[in-house]
């Protein structure tokens, strides 16, 4: 066991503040990782205020982050993935049973005894896991993945959550060239759903209720922006879609976007406000339309994505801060004031 530094919340209503933590040394099959950039997702923000309490309470004190990037600086014995001085990356998962249905199938994400980077039970050293708000990590290599060379690193955290959690249900519902998509949202995850239905070469529309993100949204990738709080523009796109991706972190009527998707197609929540929405059943009944949720991706395609993402020069657009700005950052998450992910330099907690 080694003590590492962190960035811990002890309450719902307190803010984040410096901490020290306990990692365990790495065991046989397990990579170390000094983390260099850590995205900041609105999941950590639910599960810090335990926003989330019905279905997984919080456990405090709380280290959030899953969207890790680091270099390894030892491995186990057994490791034959990584060596030290390797750049790596973890996402939002660290453990899983490895021989369960969906395990076998590359869905770790649904397997019953899967371990979430923070706020699941450690098995290692008791209590729960601690995410990547710490300047360093210990991981089994089944959950630590490549990083192409050619990406920038603070860019390429983010892809380890809000990159995965898009380019999954877009490959399971086969948005390719010449499908109309839309974006529903345009934060972390949103952006990055933008930039993956246009590099896929879908029609790309993009709903916003921020209207001064109308320019950036072009500039991501979009080909047509609409305003959804005016059900003028709304109305134009009337059973015209194919897919819609919904990336909203709040409570929101998504009936409005049920009613754009053409007959037998899908819209796909991936956002997961606190409280439940309201889904209006004719609105699925005519034109046998249909809503679905979709859970970041498993491994094999985690990795894919990140080897897309290389080849075609795909990272999120980050404000990099200080985690000295966590508690700041959390709250213009909540004002949709984020362009369009914050990266956490690691750096900047070798001075607390
Ligand atoms: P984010 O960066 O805060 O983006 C959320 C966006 O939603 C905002 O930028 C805003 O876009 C829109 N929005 C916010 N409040 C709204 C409201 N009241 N009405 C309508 N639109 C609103 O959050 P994120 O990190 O992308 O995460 C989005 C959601 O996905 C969160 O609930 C998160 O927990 C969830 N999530 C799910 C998974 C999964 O596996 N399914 C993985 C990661 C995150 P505009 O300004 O464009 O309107
Ligand atoms: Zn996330």
Redesign the pocket.
């Known amino acids: 066991m080694y003590k590492a530094k962190a960035y811990s919340a002890t309450s719902a209503t307190s803010p984040l503040a410096s901490t020290t933590i306990s990692r365990r040394e790495p065991t046989e099959h397990d990579v170390q990782l000094e983390i260099l950039f850590c995205g900041?997702?609105?999941?950590d923000?639910?599960t810090v205020r335990n926003e989330w309490s019905e279905h997984v309470p919080t456990v405090y004190p709380c280290v959030p982050g899953h969207e890790i990037v680091g270099r390894v600086t030892k491995v186990g014995p057994a490791v034959t993935k990584f060596k030290p001085g390797d750049v790596a990356a973890v996402g939002?998962m660290v453990d899983s049973d490895g021989t369960c249905p969906e395990c076998r199938a590359g869905l770790e994400?649904f397997c019953p005894n899967m371990i979430l980077t923070f706020n699941s039970p450690n098995k290692h050293l008791g209590g729960v896991t601690y995410g990547g708000y710490s300047d360093g990590i210990v991981v089994d290599q089944r959950f630590v993945l490549r990083v192409p060379s050619n990406l920038d690193l603070a860019g390429a955290a983010p892809l380890l959550?809000?990159g995965i959690?898009t380019y999954s249900p877009m490959r399971r519902w086969g948005v390719t060239k010449g499908k109309k998509v839309g974006v529903?949202?345009?934060?972390?995850?949103?952006h990055m759903g933008v930039k993956f239905a246009h590099a896929f070469g879908a029609h790309v529309v993009?709903?916003?209720?921020?209207p001064n993100?109308k320019e950036d949204a072009l500039r991501l990738g979009a080909d047509e922006v609409v305003v959804?709080r005016n059900a003028n523009e709304m109305q134009k796109h009337a059973g015209s879609f194919d897919f819609i991706l919904d990336?909203?972190?709040?409570?929101?009527d998504i009936n409005a976007y049920i009613q754009l998707l053409r007959r037998d197609a899908n819209l796909t929540?991936?956002?997961?406000?606190a409280k439940p929405l309201a889904v209006a059943g004719m609105g699925l009944l005519f034109g046998r339309r249909s809503l679905s949720?979709?859970?970041?991706g498993g491994i094999p395609e985690t990795q894919e994505m990140l080897d897309f993402c290389g080849a075609h020069n795909i990272t999120a657009d980050v404000e990099i801060i200080p985690i000295q700005k966590v508690n700041e950052a959390y709250e213009r998450?909540?004002k949709?004031d984020?362009k369009?992910?914050f990266s956490i330099d690691m750096a900047s907690l070798k001075s607390e």
């Open positions: 900041i997702c609105h999941s923000l639910h939002c994400q959550c809000a959690t529903v949202g345009l934060g972390g995850l949103g993009v709903f916003t209720t921020s993100k959804s990336a909203v972190s709040a409570d929101h929540l991936v956002g997961a406000p949720g979709s859970l970041i998450l909540l949709s984020v369009y992910r």
